[in-house]
């Protein structure tokens, strides 16, 4: 935590309660509409993301989850409805500003030059120290305990394009931790991980929102993963947010069987999770999918 | 791939700079031995050595030093910003452009050191206007391969309408535009030298300023973005600072390929990729290695005197050939 003031949510702490949930992000009545596209890319969207929140935006390829996104940080202009980023409107946020309370570890970087892990993470700090300043020993303790926090503290003076896909990951989920943001962002942060760093990235997620009281906001293919880490699941199908609550009841076999035009059965495990199962079906019984 | 330590490294770049202005001053068709040299700088000695230094060697040394500092700037710079390590000022197309500006100017009969740099700034600009039109074609999301291509495209264009300019123009100072536009740092003098910094000193200071966000931006412009930096508005001041110094560099010397090529990138191996670092050093490298360059130029065939755009050349396309070969094994690999 910086030692900036941390409004609402800092105050009822100080004052003895427990800590009142801030809304970091917040999208409601959302419509966007790209040049030249036939109908809008997301329509009437709401939904919210608070501290302490971990919520997983979920959906089928195309659905606007992306674009919800987008909205979200700012990137793509709204036709109609808001998004706010901590009650601020989204576009609105000059991106230095952003970049102090909202991390975002993207789906796609390549770094074009071989640097360290040190200097990735370090990278963190510019919208702290700005273009001139010499980074500080503030700095270096951000730095540090971002680094302790994604385990990466032992990786420090190696290539990051030695690393593997799991560490390069907790790379750079250390370097967003070290803007000493708010909120997290990730965008399928674990497409090309296999099962055990696709898990240990979501118990460090958990891990932040849990104890750093983090705002964590993940788009994921990973149903089932994303189902056993989130507080809630919104489902983006068409444009629209379709379902938006607990996952055990968001994963229900009819309505994810219709967003995902797959028949899927649903599951409850030993710990009360919910896991859905997609069905064997032959590919000619596909309603609605012409044969190319 | 270990980095030099500080020391070093800032020892390495005093020595080189300082056997640079050595080699520059002595080297020419006069001979000076290194007492004479020194009398003279000194304000001392023969009279005529006296002039052949202040007035000939030392502008010469000093606009070699500024010219090659320049384009290495703008080479690191672009080489971040469009993240492809084959960048430079002259495969991008900005020297094209200047030349073309400057000749337009020469043609109109502006060829004073301070218009020229002036009408070489307003080709570059519109040489990376079209460039990054072209390379935009491809799609919404730039490919700095193609960007590459068509900067070595738009370059040529730029040549073809100068080859054209010159044919139909009057004969007097054709002959001296065309000597100008194969590259030289001889008969310009201090006024050159003055002009050269003046517009240069700008251009340095939005780079210097943009250096961490170049850092950022050889992420890629996303993650760049998302850790603070107003992508747009850094892009913006980094392409017209490139395409300043460039102009300046050219209006005053002509067209020198590769500088901003090879230096950055023996500083990129000796000491890593943080651009606050790397654009000072890329400055006195760059101008070390276009002093040396130009000795070597005005030495190996004398009397006759090469362009030195000869010399940067073969030293900066075969780098570039390895170069090349070394990004599309990485691509396959």
Known sequence: MSVQDRSAEDLATAAGGAPVPTDVFVLERATVRYPGASGPALEGASFRVRTGECVALVGPNGAGKTTALRALLGLTPLVSGRAEVLGRPSAGWAREALAREVGVVAQREEPVFPITVLEAVEMGRYAHAGPWRALDTRDRDAVARAMARADVAALEDRWVETLSGGEWQRVRVARALAQEPRALVLDEPTASLDLSHEMQLFELIADLVRHDRLAALIVSHHLNVAARFADRLVVVAGGRVVADAAPDVVLEAARMSEVFAWPVAVQRLGDGAVQLYPERQPLSSIPGEPTR | ?333
């Open chain 2, 1 to 333: 791939m270990r980095r030099l330590p500080t020391g070093t490294f800032v020892l390495l770049l005093a020595v080189a700079w300082l056997a640079a202005a050595l080699i520059g001053l002595v080297s020419g068709g006069a001979r000076l031995g290194l007492g004479d040299l020194l009398q003279a700088l000194g304000g001392r000695g023969d009279e005529t050595a006296r002039g052949i230094v202040w007035s000939v060697r030392l502008p010469r040394v000093a606009l070699g030093f500024l010219v090659g500092g320049v384009l290495a700037v703008a080479g690191a710079a672009l080489q971040a910003l469009v993240r492809n390590p084959l960048a430079d000022p002259y495969l991008l197309g900005l020297s094209g452009g200047s030349g073309l500006g400057a000749v337009l100017a020469i043609a109109l009969g502006l060829e004073s050191a301070w218009a020229l740099p002036a009408a070489a700034f307003i080709g570059s600009l519109v040489a990376i206007a079209v460039v990054y039109r072209l390379a935009l074609v491809a799609g919404s999301t730039l490919d700095s391969r193609i960007l590459l291509l068509a900067g070595v495209v738009v370059g040529a264009f730029a040549g073809a309408l100068v080859s054209g300019i010159l044919a139909v123009a009057e004969a007097t100072g054709v002959r001296s535009a065309m000597l100008w536009l194969m590259g030289g740092l001889g008969g310009v003098g201090w006024a050159g030298v003055a002009a050269l910094a003046a517009y240069a000193a700008p251009g340095l200071a939005v780079l210097a300023r943009e250096s961490r966000a170049l850092n950022l931006l050889s992420l890629g412009e996303e993650p760049a973005r998302y850790l603070g930096t107003d992508v747009g508005r850094s892009k913006r001041r980094v392409y017209i600072a490139a395409s300043l110094l460039t102009a300046a560099a050219v209006a005053s010397s002509g067209i020198i390929g590769f500088v901003g090529l090879a230096v950055p990138h023996a500083v990129r191996i000796l000491r890593g990729h943080d651009h606050r670092g790397l654009l000072p050093s890329a400055f006195v490298l760059g101008g070390a290695f276009l002093v040396v360059a130009d000795a070597v130029a005005r030495t190996v065939v004398a009397p006759i005197e090469l362009p030195v755009g000869v010399i940067t050349a073969l030293v900066g396309v075969p780098l570039f050939a390895v170069l090349l070969r070394r990004s599309v094994r990485r691509a396959a690999a």
